[in-house]
């Protein structure tokens, strides 16, 4: 490829709004441009270092048995009623009507679409197993895109689904997936670290993400460096101390001007441990296909905190948010001074800490005032579990030594759907004995523009990317600093004719910004072309990352520089 026929230009300055390394230089090495908040155009740079992301995992994915399928970005809404997905997703799902007045959904994944299709094509069990697997185009409207493509509203999605009879069967291909992705993360040259985690809306059994470890992640990653235990902060759990107590008469005390844990704790010159804390939230539920909303109560010793992932999955709510003042009274309780106790009209979730301890205070529900040794069930009643957020300090549950946190991306991300969706829209096979058996799932994605986001956050200097050549969109860049092209015109068409991919800044630039570009773009090798090297009869060899420079005589660039190549892929670019 010629410089001269790449339209797309380098920016000198770091762009307004390009919080973060990566996403600064995959917009000043003309890698992408924003067309609107959350949505990119992927320039030819881009695109071809995306094209060898997919390619990587589409041989990934046949070598685990995957056949490549493309479904439809529009779906009719028919199918996620079918789910309950329709109803239980809020805003962000992007919704429309066809010409037809037909309600119609713009797939934010596929579940829906490939269950449709195999209740057409599944019958006996003798289709049993199958996998399959799409590159395609996915709509979240999510309300803070952020980080360029980190976290966007449109992206292209390595889907692939498996389809068993059996959950042993789903089993096997849960393994082959977790296996599979760590060779193409590894093939991509991106460290990834696998943890337990939340299926969220997916719904199923037990998920897995894939997790790149960077401060720019949003992710909390709970970690224990004793015992290695890992997971994203929303499915962690910690080891919690109970603290069990005979319990004693329940006393109304004046606690004024003691609306937080903290001037509670002061107030009484007590520790945290001995309070029960509720958080007031606002449940949206699914009712016979209608939205409705009530109260939820979750109440959690004031020494820790409520994880708002698991609060949602065990209310059964399918979108939270802070409850009003009014929301909270009008339920007979007291913001500031609020409890289960005597509350009517709401859902009540209590914590496993909770549950026990004893004689801790409690809100009254009357302004200035709390209520001494509560103890469940005596005082209030609710669904006891595990609502609490897990955070560094707190005691591993496996070996009870410190917690600690990471900042981590996903990257990708595994569920064990089981017959969530099949048995929902009626996808059905006859086993062995002709008996009606549902189709057992799983549902495994990679996000691969945000791979690609990674991967910059990873390859980069303070002058630009450094790709490796597995992702980069060429391996070699070739520079021409002399006046008369025919020289460099033969090593550019040797090289190419050697099957090694160039990039040939044939431009009538100067020399300096002919290096600050090829900085900026980051290929794997770059090959310069100049007067002194030109006399000596070579070229000038500079390695991108490490700057290792060597000289390279005319007769020996195409092996030499496929030898450079094969030796930076052993070692992982």
């Not at 320039?43 to 479904?71: A, N, V």
């Not at 990352?545 to 390279?552: A, S």
Request: charged letters at 25%.
């Amino acid at each position: 490829m010629r410089m001269s026929r790449l339209f797309t230009r380098t920016l000198r300055e770091r762009p307004a709004g390009s919080e973060n390394a990566g996403y600064e230089f995959l917009l000043r090495a003309g890698y992408i441009q924003q067309l609107a908040s959350g949505i990119f155009t992927s320039l030819p740079l881009s695109f071809r270092s995306l094209q060898k992301i997919e390619q990587i995992i589409r041989e990934e994915m046949e070598q685990i048995g995957g056949l490549e399928i493309r479904m439809p970005v529009v779906n009719p809404a028919e199918i996620w009623k079918e789910t309950g997905r329709w109803f239980s997703i809020d805003r962000e799902m992007g919704r429309f009507q066809d010409r037809n007045d037909r309600d119609m959904v713009l797939a934010m994944t596929h579940e829906e679409a490939v269950t449709h299709m195999l209740q057409n094509q599944i019958s006996s069990y003798k289709q049993l197993p199958g996998l399959v697997f799409q590159f395609q185009t996915k709509w979240r409207d999510d309300p803070r895109p952020r980080g360029g493509l980190l976290r966007v509203r449109e992206f292209v999605m390595k889907d692939s689904y498996s389809f068993d009879k059996d959950f042993r069967g789903l089993e096997q291909q849960y393994n082959a997936h977790y296996e599979a992705y760590h060779r193409l993360f590894k093939r991509c040259g991106l460290p990834v670290e696998t943890v337990l985690s939340d299926s969220g809306i997916m719904g199923g059994g037990k998920a897995h993400e894939f997790m790149y470890f960077s401060q720019v992640g949003e992710d909390t990653i709970i970690t224990c460096k004793d015992c290695g235990y890992i997971s994203n902060r929303e499915a962690a759990v910690h080891r919690k101390e109970q603290f069990p107590e005979e319990p004693l008469n329940l006393e109304l005390v004046k606690t004024p001007g003691t609306t937080t844990i903290e001037d509670l704790c002061h107030f009484l010159n007590i520790p945290p441990r001995k309070t029960a804390k509720a958080v007031f939230q606002t449940g949206t539920f699914v009712e016979k296909e209608k939205n409705c909303q009530e109260l939820i109560v979750a109440v959690i010793r004031g020494d820790l905190e409520v994880e708002p992932a698991k609060l949602r999955k065990v209310s059964v709510a399918v979108e939270l948010q802070a409850a009003t003042e009014d929301e909270i009274r009008a339920c007979g309780m007291e913001p500031g001074y609020g409890s289960p106790i005597g509350a009517r009209n709401c859902r009540v979730i209590i914590d496993e800490s909770v549950n026990g301890s004893g004689n801790l205070v409690a809100g009254a529900n009357k302004p200035g005032y709390h209520y001494l040794n509560t103890n469940t069930p005596r005082d209030f009643t609710g669904k006891v579990a595990d609502i609490a957020s897990a955070a560094a300090g707190l005691s591993c549950s496996k070996c009870g030594n410190p917690l600690t946190e990471k900042r981590g991306v996903e990257v990708g991300h595994i569920f064990q759907l089981g017959t969530r969706y099949t048995e929902a829209m009626g996808c059905f096979y006859q086993d062995h004995q002709g008996k009606k058996k549902p189709v057992v799932m799983g549902s495994y994605g990679i996000g691969i523009g945000r791979l690609l986001a990674c991967l910059a956050e990873e390859y980069h200097d303070e002058k630009g990317l450094t790709l490796p050549p597995s992702v980069a969109p060429w391996q070699v860049h070739l520079v021409n600093l002399l006046t008369d092209r025919e020289k460099a015109e033969e090593i550019y068409n040797n090289l190419t004719a050697a099957g090694i991919e160039v990039l040939f800044d044939d431009r009538k630039e100067s020399a300096g910004v002919k290096f600050n570009d090829a900085d900026l773009i980051g290929l794997p090798v770059r090959l310069t072309l100049g007067n002194r090297t030109f006399k000596e009869g070579g070229i000038e060899v500079v390695l991108r990352r490490t700057r290792e420079k060597k000289f390279l005589p005319f007769d020996k660039i195409p092996e030499e520089i496929i030898i450079i190549l094969d030796s930076m892929k052993a070692v992982g670019g």
